[in-house]
């Protein structure tokens, strides 16, 4: 994959001098977030970054090149509403036909773990989708979380999907959640779930059990790092999520245009709160992906993944 890859200077040089970075998907950027609103909140993710102690490398698909670290104007490239949704099983059919992409948390970990980035940052991961007993779906980034050893700092799995069937299923492949700061499995917009996952209270103390996981256990998949949105950010999105998925399904929207219709249509019937609240989150995140990628680096050099030969 070496010769489809492209790392900014500045990210190279960090992962050579084994500095800290943070792998941002850009999904978000070109499908999670409205235009006017998604690059800036790029840009404020990797200023958190930058304030919490790592280089931000924000991940996407340009031309069909693999891009670590993107541009302002390539942002602006991928965030125009004309840009490919990219997950994991679709990075070979981006670079064929050179399109311009942005990266789920999938894609986003099958580029970035490779080039010696461990961590990786987002709003939500995707989850199990309500009404799988009838659809079979299951989001790409579960099944690249159960077979890539990584460090994924999420505010839990997006709103619209079924939280308590996707913590089952980390539980049952296997994939340690842990909570930064919180003793429950965050629900997005909410900070609070009901379900029980383990507590770490600081960096330092996450980078001790990722050392062990990853070090002495060889831990083979990812670890879910659970960060609960900002107190003052959080917003009872419930009865619109409910309203979203009923509309969604009489209107048959399904498969990769679900996700983006669904949180586009809770924040029209928030009045943006639900908007205001997903950005919220999304920059406190990258604050805490920095803050933990650097305390992995205090108390390790050993790296996952391997650096690109020149």
């Not at 840009?43 to 102690?53: H, I, N, V, Y």
């Not at 069909?64 to 965030?79: A, K």
């Not at 205001?276 to 995140?285: F, I, P």
């Not at 803050?291 to 391997?306: L, N, P």
Request: glycine share 10%.
């Amino acid at each position: 994959m070496n010769d489809l890859l492209d790392i900014t200077n500045e990210i190279k040089l960090a992962l050579n001098r084994n500095e800290p970075a943070v792998a941002i998907e850009s999904s978000v950027i070109a499908q999670g977030l409205p235009a006017g609103i998604n690059v800036e909140t790029a840009l404020k993710m990797e200023d958190a970054a930058r304030r919490g102690g790592a280089v931000p490398a924000t991940v996407g698909v340009i031309g069909g090149r693999l891009r670590i670290g993107l541009t302002r104007e390539e942002m602006e490239l991928i965030g125009d509403g004309h840009a490919a949704k990219v997950a994991a099983r679709d990075i070979p059919y981006a670079v064929a036909h050179k399109l311009d992409g942005g990266t789920t948390v999938s894609a986003t970990m099958r580029i970035a773990v490779p080039a010696g980035i461990p961590v990786i940052v987002t709003g939500g991961i995707g989850g199990v989708h309500r009404g799988f007993a009838d659809s079979l779906d299951i989001s790409a980034d579960l099944w690249e979380l159960a077979h890539t050893p990584a460090v994924v700092v999420c505010s839990g799995v997006k709103a619209v999907a079924d939280i308590t069937a996707t913590a089952e299923w980390l539980e049952t492949h296997g994939i340690p959640v842990y909570g930064f700061g919180t003793d429950e499995f965050p629900a997005f917009y909410s900070r609070s779930s009901g379900i029980p996952i383990p507590r770490v209270d600081s960096p330092e103390e996450l980078a001790g059990v990722l050392k062990v996981a990853f070090g002495a256990v060889g831990l083979r998949s990812a670890v879910l790092v659970a960060v609960p949105i900002p107190e003052e950010n959080e917003v009872d999105a419930s009865a619109a999520v409910e309203q979203a998925v009923r509309e969604a399904d009489q209107q048959g929207i399904k498969g990769k245009m679900l996700t983006p219709y669904l949180l586009r249509r809770v924040a029209e019937l928030t009045d943006g709160k639900s908007l205001q609240a997903n950005v919220a989150l999304l920059v406190n995140n990258a604050g805490v992906a920095a803050a933990i990628a650097a305390a992995m680096e205090r108390q390790s050099r050993r790296r996952i993944g391997f650096l690109p030969r020149e």
